[in-house]
Protein backbone atom coordinates (compact mmCIF):
# COMPACT_ATOMS: atom_id res chain seq x y z
CA UNK A 1 0.00 0.00 0.00
CA UNK A 2 1.18 3.38 -1.07
CA UNK A 3 2.12 5.45 2.67
CA UNK A 4 1.80 9.63 1.84
CA UNK A 5 2.73 11.44 4.58
CA UNK A 6 1.43 15.50 3.57
CA UNK A 7 2.66 18.61 4.67
CA UNK A 8 6.23 17.82 4.65
CA UNK A 9 8.05 21.39 5.87
CA UNK A 10 11.15 20.81 7.41
CA UNK A 11 14.28 18.79 5.70
CA UNK A 12 15.37 16.38 8.63
CA UNK A 13 11.26 15.53 9.21
CA UNK A 14 10.97 14.30 5.55
CA UNK A 15 14.06 12.19 5.75
CA UNK A 16 13.29 10.74 9.02
CA UNK A 17 9.87 10.44 7.34
CA UNK A 18 11.26 8.10 4.08
CA UNK A 19 13.37 6.22 6.69
CA UNK A 20 10.29 4.95 8.41
CA UNK A 21 8.77 3.99 5.37
CA UNK A 22 6.57 6.22 3.93
CA UNK A 23 6.45 5.63 0.50
CA UNK A 24 5.03 9.66 -0.62
CA UNK A 25 5.74 12.92 0.89
CA UNK A 26 3.13 15.28 0.24
CA UNK A 27 4.46 19.49 -0.21
CA UNK A 28 1.79 21.94 -0.05
CA UNK A 29 1.75 24.67 -2.62
CA UNK A 30 -1.44 26.18 -1.72
CA UNK A 31 -0.37 29.60 -0.18
CA UNK A 32 -3.29 30.10 2.40
CA UNK A 33 -2.27 26.84 4.10
CA UNK A 34 -0.07 26.69 6.85
CA UNK A 35 1.73 24.06 5.42
CA UNK A 36 2.53 25.77 2.40
CA UNK A 37 6.31 25.51 1.03
CA UNK A 38 8.47 27.42 -1.79
CA UNK A 39 10.26 25.31 -4.35
CA UNK A 40 13.42 26.21 -2.47
CA UNK A 41 11.73 24.17 0.57
CA UNK A 42 10.74 21.43 -1.51
CA UNK A 43 14.42 21.57 -3.00
CA UNK A 44 16.23 21.30 0.34
CA UNK A 45 13.85 18.52 1.71
CA UNK A 46 13.34 16.09 -1.47
CA UNK A 47 17.71 16.62 -1.97
CA UNK A 48 18.41 15.11 2.02
CA UNK A 49 16.29 12.27 0.72
CA UNK A 50 18.21 9.64 -1.36
CA UNK A 51 15.42 6.99 -1.46
CA UNK A 52 12.88 6.60 -4.49
CA UNK A 53 10.02 7.73 -2.98
CA UNK A 54 7.26 9.71 -4.55
CA UNK A 55 7.13 13.58 -4.28
CA UNK A 56 3.77 14.86 -4.54
CA UNK A 57 2.89 18.77 -5.11
CA UNK A 58 -1.10 19.77 -3.56
CA UNK A 59 -2.36 22.33 -5.50
CA UNK A 60 -5.75 23.63 -5.41
CA UNK A 61 -7.16 25.82 -9.23
CA UNK A 62 -3.49 26.72 -9.54
CA UNK A 63 -3.38 27.84 -13.34
CA UNK A 64 -2.49 24.78 -15.30
CA UNK A 65 0.99 26.87 -16.91
CA UNK A 66 2.42 27.52 -13.07
CA UNK A 67 2.23 23.96 -12.06
CA UNK A 68 4.30 23.45 -14.97
CA UNK A 69 6.85 25.56 -14.20
CA UNK A 70 6.75 24.13 -10.54
CA UNK A 71 7.40 20.77 -12.19
CA UNK A 72 10.44 21.87 -14.38
CA UNK A 73 12.03 23.33 -10.87
CA UNK A 74 11.47 20.83 -8.67
CA UNK A 75 11.44 16.85 -8.56
CA UNK A 76 8.01 16.50 -8.07
CA UNK A 77 6.53 12.99 -9.59
CA UNK A 78 2.92 13.94 -8.99
CA UNK A 79 0.48 16.79 -8.92
CA UNK A 80 -2.31 16.39 -6.85
CA UNK A 81 -5.24 18.93 -7.20
CA UNK A 82 -7.29 19.98 -4.30
CA UNK A 83 -9.30 22.52 -5.47
CA UNK A 84 -12.50 22.53 -8.30
CA UNK A 85 -10.81 21.61 -10.94
CA UNK A 86 -13.03 19.94 -13.77
CA UNK A 87 -12.33 17.19 -15.99
CA UNK A 88 -11.15 19.59 -18.74
CA UNK A 89 -8.32 20.80 -16.40
CA UNK A 90 -7.09 17.67 -15.65
CA UNK A 91 -7.02 17.17 -19.50
CA UNK A 92 -5.62 20.02 -20.12
CA UNK A 93 -2.78 19.61 -17.15
CA UNK A 94 -1.86 15.76 -18.83
CA UNK A 95 -1.02 17.45 -22.09
CA UNK A 96 1.50 19.82 -20.51
CA UNK A 97 2.90 16.99 -17.87
CA UNK A 98 2.39 13.70 -19.90
CA UNK A 99 4.88 12.15 -17.47
CA UNK A 100 3.54 12.53 -14.15
CA UNK A 101 1.09 11.02 -12.01
CA UNK A 102 -1.68 13.50 -11.41
CA UNK A 103 -3.95 12.83 -8.64
CA UNK A 104 -7.82 14.16 -8.03
CA UNK A 105 -8.78 14.82 -4.68
CA UNK A 106 -12.39 14.70 -3.92
CA UNK A 107 -13.93 16.56 -0.66
CA UNK A 108 -16.56 13.83 -0.10
CA UNK A 109 -19.66 15.60 1.87
CA UNK A 110 -21.80 12.65 1.24
CA UNK A 111 -22.49 9.38 -1.40
CA UNK A 112 -23.45 11.61 -3.92
CA UNK A 113 -20.01 13.16 -4.03
CA UNK A 114 -18.35 9.64 -4.41
CA UNK A 115 -20.27 9.07 -7.15
CA UNK A 116 -19.82 11.89 -8.73
CA UNK A 117 -15.82 11.07 -9.06
CA UNK A 118 -16.88 8.70 -12.49
CA UNK A 119 -16.55 11.74 -14.11
CA UNK A 120 -12.49 11.77 -13.86
CA UNK A 121 -11.91 8.03 -14.48
CA UNK A 122 -10.32 9.02 -17.85
CA UNK A 123 -8.36 11.78 -16.94
CA UNK A 124 -6.52 11.34 -14.33
CA UNK A 125 -4.36 8.66 -12.40
CA UNK A 126 -5.32 8.24 -9.24
CA UNK A 127 -8.05 9.22 -6.83
CA UNK A 128 -7.71 10.56 -3.50
CA UNK A 129 -11.04 10.83 -1.24
CA UNK A 130 -10.77 13.58 1.39
CA UNK A 131 -12.94 15.07 3.92
CA UNK A 132 -15.16 17.99 3.42
CA UNK A 133 -14.91 20.91 5.39
CA UNK A 134 -17.07 24.09 4.72
CA UNK A 135 -13.95 26.46 5.03
CA UNK A 136 -10.82 24.61 4.58
CA UNK A 137 -9.84 22.61 1.85
CA UNK A 138 -7.48 19.99 3.49
CA UNK A 139 -4.93 19.06 6.46
CA UNK A 140 -8.43 19.54 8.56
CA UNK A 141 -8.27 16.11 10.85
CA UNK A 142 -12.18 15.27 9.34
CA UNK A 143 -12.93 11.82 8.72
CA UNK A 144 -14.99 10.45 6.13
CA UNK A 145 -18.25 7.92 6.89
CA UNK A 146 -15.79 4.58 6.23
CA UNK A 147 -18.64 2.33 6.04
CA UNK A 148 -20.55 4.13 3.44
CA UNK A 149 -17.15 4.17 1.40
CA UNK A 150 -17.25 0.31 1.34
CA UNK A 151 -19.08 -0.32 -2.27
CA UNK A 152 -16.35 2.30 -3.57
CA UNK A 153 -14.48 0.48 -6.27
CA UNK A 154 -13.40 2.73 -9.15
CA UNK A 155 -11.72 1.48 -11.89
CA UNK A 156 -8.15 3.47 -11.22
CA UNK A 157 -6.06 3.97 -8.01
CA UNK A 158 -7.19 5.76 -4.88
CA UNK A 159 -5.78 6.91 -1.73
CA UNK A 160 -7.95 7.61 1.55
CA UNK A 161 -7.40 10.49 3.18
CA UNK A 162 -9.44 13.01 5.88
CA UNK A 163 -8.44 12.61 9.70
CA UNK A 164 -6.06 9.41 9.51
CA UNK A 165 -4.01 8.46 12.55
CA UNK A 166 -2.61 6.02 14.24
CA UNK A 167 -4.89 5.39 17.01
CA UNK A 168 -8.26 5.11 13.86
CA UNK A 169 -6.25 3.52 11.06
CA UNK A 170 -7.20 -0.29 11.80
CA UNK A 171 -10.96 0.88 12.15
CA UNK A 172 -10.51 3.19 8.99
CA UNK A 173 -9.06 0.23 6.51
CA UNK A 174 -11.70 -2.30 8.17
CA UNK A 175 -13.58 -3.61 5.30
CA UNK A 176 -12.10 -0.93 2.49
CA UNK A 177 -9.44 -1.66 0.20
CA UNK A 178 -7.57 1.61 -1.22
CA UNK A 179 -4.23 1.80 -3.30
CA UNK A 180 -2.99 4.21 -0.60
CA UNK A 181 -3.66 6.34 2.51
CA UNK A 182 -2.47 9.73 3.10
CA UNK A 183 -1.79 11.63 6.67
CA UNK A 184 -1.51 14.71 7.87
CA UNK A 185 -2.66 16.37 10.88
CA UNK A 186 -3.27 13.19 12.17
CA UNK A 187 0.83 12.86 12.83
CA UNK A 188 1.54 16.16 13.58
CA UNK A 189 2.30 18.54 17.13
CA UNK A 190 1.39 21.96 15.20
CA UNK A 191 0.34 22.40 11.39
CA UNK A 192 3.60 20.94 9.00
CA UNK A 193 5.60 20.14 12.05
CA UNK A 194 5.76 16.45 11.78
CA UNK A 195 5.57 14.04 15.02
CA UNK A 196 7.84 11.32 13.90
CA UNK A 197 6.55 8.70 17.04
CA UNK A 198 3.50 8.98 15.68
CA UNK A 199 4.47 8.33 12.20
CA UNK A 200 6.38 5.67 13.53
CA UNK A 201 3.12 4.48 15.00
CA UNK A 202 1.22 4.60 11.98
CA UNK A 203 3.54 2.88 9.96
CA UNK A 204 3.63 0.02 12.92
CA UNK A 205 0.45 -0.51 12.74
CA UNK A 206 -0.26 -0.34 9.17
CA UNK A 207 2.79 -3.30 8.87
CA UNK A 208 0.40 -5.03 11.33
CA UNK A 209 -2.81 -4.91 9.18
CA UNK A 210 -0.70 -5.79 6.03
CA UNK A 211 0.66 -9.05 8.44
CA UNK A 212 -2.59 -10.22 8.90
O1 LIG B 1 -2.88 20.27 4.41
C1 LIG B 1 -3.17 21.41 4.05
O2 LIG B 1 -2.91 22.41 4.73
C2 LIG B 1 -3.89 21.62 2.73
C3 LIG B 1 -4.25 22.90 2.38
C4 LIG B 1 -4.90 23.13 1.17
C5 LIG B 1 -5.18 22.09 0.32
C6 LIG B 1 -4.83 20.80 0.67
C7 LIG B 1 -4.19 20.53 1.88
N1 LIG B 1 -3.86 19.24 2.26
C8 LIG B 1 -4.09 18.13 1.40
C9 LIG B 1 -3.73 16.78 1.85
O3 LIG B 1 -3.38 15.96 1.01
C10 LIG B 1 -3.92 16.34 3.28
O4 LIG B 1 -3.03 15.30 3.52
C11 LIG B 1 -5.37 15.79 3.40
O5 LIG B 1 -6.24 16.87 3.35
C12 LIG B 1 -5.58 15.02 4.72
O6 LIG B 1 -5.34 15.86 5.82
P1 LIG B 1 -5.65 15.34 7.32
O7 LIG B 1 -7.13 15.22 7.48
O8 LIG B 1 -5.07 16.38 8.20
O9 LIG B 1 -4.94 14.02 7.47
Given at each position: ??I??????????????????????G???????????????I?A????I?DK??????F??EQ??I?QQI?I????T??????????E????????????????????KDR????K???????VD?L?????H?????????T????????????L?W?????L????I????N???P???????????????K???K?A??LER?????D?
Amino acid sequence: MRIKICGITQPDQGRAIANLGATALGFILVPSSPRYVKIEQINAITAAIPDKIDFIGVFADEQPEIIQQIIIKTPLTSVQLHGIESPEYCQRLRQLLPDREIIKALRIKDRESWEKSAIYFNSVDTLLLDAYHPQLLGGTGQTLDWQALASFSPPLPWFLAGGLNPDNISEALNGLHPDGIDVSSGVERSPGDKDLKKVALLLERLQKLSDQ
